[in-house]
Nanobody, 127 residues
Framework: QVQLVESGGGLVPAGGSLRLSCVAS????????MGWFRQTPGKEREFVAA???????????TYADSVKGRFTISRDNAKNTVYLQMNSLKPEDTAVYYC?????????????????WGQGTQVTASS
């Protein structure tokens, strides 16, 4: 069983920055694909970014087009933590952000491929 706890959400003006953190406990963190998703009321969960183990100590990051160049995902395996640095936030980035773990380290952006989820953290970028 893997538990995920997010933190770092909040209210910022448009153009501001936030860094989300997600601490994992249980399981073998370094082998998992870790992803960030977001959701607004009435809409399906949306892929934001993921970092996937390739081989040895090599990981690959992927991003939704809407956040490329503004958001950066990273991980610290020693701390069992994945981060999402969000810069140049826009009002349309406002959502609840979720951290997720895929224990099979799959590719793609389908939220259904993730096995464990955090409780979510609210991010609001005000115009």
């Amino acid at each position: 069983q893997v538990q995920l706890v997010e933190s770092g959400g909040g209210l910022v003006p448009a153009g501001g920055s936030l860094r989300l953190s997600c601490v994992a406990s249980g399981g073998t963190f370094r082998n998992y694909r870790m992803g960030w998703f977001r959701q607004t009321p009435g809409k399906e969960r949306e892929f934001v970014a993921a970092v996937r183990w390739s081989s040895g100590s090599i990981y690959y990051a992927t991003y939704a087009d809407s956040v490329k160049g503004r958001f950066t995902i990273s991980r610290d395996n020693a701390k069992n933590t994945v981060y999402l640095q969000m810069n140049s936030l826009k009002p349309e980035d406002t959502a609840v952000y979720y951290c997720a773990a895929d224990t099979l380290n799959r590719a793609g952006s389908n939220w259904r491929d993730y096995d464990y989820w955090g409780q979510g953290t609210q991010v609001t970028a005000s115009s």
